[in-house]
């Protein structure tokens, strides 16, 4: 067997969310049974044991604790990477925060009503 075969997969996957781009990583993307959803399973977050305290993951961390398998829009995902190893999962604000390193954009969406 090859080492990629040996190895599990990480996906780090970029998403709009509520005007801020969250940015996680996990053990399976899939195309949801419910039309125009990616479904996301087995996030990852990183150890505990670490001295300095990422206030961003912390509230991914409450915020996803409960959760086993989350949906997320089609329209709202900017980019889905298979990865060699997870990374630090985040919330990016928006407005004035720099645009992710790349050259892929999000599709423009128009303003939500409700929010």
């Given at each position: 067997m090859t080492k990629r075969k040996t190895q599990k997969r990480v996906y780090?996957?970029?998403?709009?969310?509520?005007?801020?781009?969250?940015?996680?990583?996990?053990?399976?993307?899939?195309?949801?049974?419910?039309?125009?959803?990616?479904e996301v399973a087995?996030?990852?977050?990183?150890?505990?044991?670490k001295m300095v305290v990422?206030?961003?993951e912390?509230?991914?961390?409450?915020?996803?604790?409960?959760?086993s398998r989350t949906y997320i829009p089609l329209h709202a995902v900017v980019r889905i990477d298979e990865v060699e190893k997870e990374g630090v999962n985040k919330i990016i604000e928006s407005g004035g925060a720099p645009a992710p390193a790349g050259n892929?954009?999000?599709?423009?969406l128009g303003p939500m009503k409700g929010e």
């Open positions: 780090k996957i970029q998403f709009h969310n509520r005007g801020k781009l969250y940015e996680l990583y996990a053990r399976e993307v899939s195309q949801s049974g419910l039309y125009a959803f990616v087995g996030i990852i977050f990183g150890e505990r044991s990422d206030p961003s912390e509230r991914l961390k409450a915020e996803f604790s409960q959760v892929v954009a999000a599709f423009p």
